[in-house]
Nanobody, 125 residues
Framework: QVQLVESGGGLVQAGGSLRLSCAAS????????MGWFRQAPGKEREFVAG????????AYADSVKGRFTISRDNAKNTVYLYLNNVKPEDTAVYYC??????????????????WGQGTQVTVSS
């Protein structure tokens, strides 16, 4: 069982930056692939970024490539998402998720087994 707790969301102006954190419980954090998803009102949950268990493989949605960065600190059981040059369309609830297979970077909702409660990010224009 893995429990995930996100933090760092809030209100930010367009063009600004934000850092989201996701703290995980358990002693096998480095074996999990970790991902960030987001869901805006009336829309489906979508993949934003993911990172393999070792941190050696990262993947991003085209909409955030070059603006967002995912990283992880396995010693701290924490994964981060750095949001830079944010846009109003980045407004959503952001969720952290853990996938049991840490060898790659899954990008589908059903590939992730554990989810956090989400943190709201609102970008004002």
């Amino acid at each position: 069982q893995v429990q995930l707790v996100e933090s760092g969301g809030g209100l930010v102006q367009a063009g600004g930056s934000l850092r989201l954190s996701c703290a995980a419980s358990g002693r096998t954090f480095s074996t999990y692939g970790m991902g960030w998803f987001r869901q805006a009102p009336g829309k489906e949950r979508e993949f934003v970024a993911g990172i393999s268990g070792s941190g050696g493989i990262r993947a991003y949605a085209d909409s955030v490539k070059g603006r967002f960065t995912i990283s992880r600190d396995n010693a701290k059981n924490t994964v981060y998402l750095y949001l830079n040059n944010v846009k109003p369309e980045d407004t959503a609830v952001y969720y952290c998720a853990a996938a049991p297979d840490g060898r790659g970077v899954p990008n589908k909702v059903h590939q992730y087994k554990y989810w956090g409660q989400g943190t709201q990010v609102t970008v004002s224009s």
